[in-house]
T-cell receptor
Framework: GENVEQHPSTLSVQEGDSAVIKCTYS??????FPWYKQELGKRPQLIIDIRSNVGEKKDQRIAVTLNKTAKHFSLHITETQPEDSAVYFC?????????FGKGTMLLVSP | DTGVSQDPRHKITKRGQNVTFRCDPI?????LYWYRQTLGQGPEFLTY????????KSRLLSDRFSAERPKGSFSTLEIQRTEQGDSAMYLCASSSSWWTSGSGQETQYFGPGTRLLVL
């Protein structure tokens, strides 16, 4: 089955800095890679996703890149703000069920 | 609220008791998923339905767990003879099949979860 590794487990940045979270996956059949943000005690919420026929996707301060050959994808957040503080999960799927990474706790200090 | 809803939000039970959780998906979604999340971990897949058919179950899913989606709308997840290791957040998500969504996307939208504590 699919295995998703996520790094780092914790990331502390100053407000205005950029943050990068990296994930690798094992199943070359995976073709959909969403990123979820989960605030304490709340549900995971999709922030951006990418399909395997695209190498990069941007949405305002958030971008995701995908390297199919190396089987890794990354989340980039620019101009971080305190409200970006949360746990971020990457995931991968080939058809239906999502396999999640263990999460990255992002702390943005004012 | 047109999002995914779950009931109850919290459940405390004693070891050995049975518990049942309910999930109401987004109305036009034909796929429904159950995940389990423990502290410091990402959601872990348990099972999923397409309409009323249960298409996949995790190998990690104990025989004490059973899920139904009798009319292809809401779903229930039952845990029999609960154990302390069952304590977790149980998340439900729903989506459209990629071939019906039209956009090629199959975004899974999560409910607020049911937090289970087994004493």
């Amino acid at each position: 089955g699919e295995n998703v590794e996520q790094h780092p487990s914790t990331l502390s940045v100053q407000e205005g800095d950029s943050a990068v979270i990296k994930c690798t996956y094992s199943d070359s059949a995976s073709n959909y890679f969403p990123w979820y943000k989960q605030e304490l005690g709340k549900r995971p919420q999709l922030i951006i996703d990418i399909r395997s026929n695209v190498g990069e996707k941007k949405d305002q301060r958030i971008a995701v890149t995908l390297n199919k050959t190396a089987k890794h994808f990354s989340l980039h957040i620019t101009e971080t703000q305190p409200e970006d503080s949360a746990v971020y999960f990457c995931a991968a799927t080939g058809y239906s069920t999502l396999t999640f990474g263990k999460g990255t706790m992002l702390l943005v200090s004012p | 609220d047109t999002g995914v809803s779950q009931d109850p939000r919290h459940k405390i039970t004693k070891r050995g008791q049975n518990v049942t959780f309910r999930c109401d998906p987004i109305s036009e979604h034909n796929r429904l998923y159950w995940y389990r999340q423990t502290l410091g971990q990402g959601p872990e897949f348990l099972t999923y339905f397409q309409n009323e058919a249960q298409l996949e179950k995790s190998r990690l899913l104990s025989d004490r767990f059973s899920a139904e989606r009798p009319k292809g709308s809401f779903s229930t997840l039952e845990i029999q003879r609960t154990e302390q290791g069952d304590s977790a957040m149980y998340l439900c998500a729903s989506s459209s099949s990629w071939w019906t969504s039209g956009s090629g996307q199959e975004t899974q939208y999560f409910g607020p979860g049911t937090r289970l504590l087994v004493l």
